[in-house]
């Protein structure tokens, strides 16, 4: 399904779309970036499938970088 291919491309070619600081975005005020680290983290190191979150993250990132 998707889910095989979202992580396929967090992990290959559009990584640095999906893996950035959160430090200084709109999302910092909302999150734990010391958390979101270690989710993409975990998730760049295999030690979880973490692309769920991770794409929940990128499009929270992007809607609010669009709308706040």
């Known amino acids: 399904g998707i889910c095989n291919a979202i992580k396929k491309w967090i992990s290959g070619n559009l990584r640095h779309q999906f893996m950035h600081d959160y430090r200084g975005s709109p999302i910092e005020d909302m999150l734990n970036t010391d958390l979101v680290e270690k ?7 295999e030690k979880g499938n973490l692309t ?3 794409h929940s993250l990128f499009f929270l990132q992007n809607w609010l970088a669009r709308w706040i």
């Open 39 to 45: 989710i993409t983290a975990l998730h760049e190191t």
């Open 52 to 54: 769920s979150q991770i």
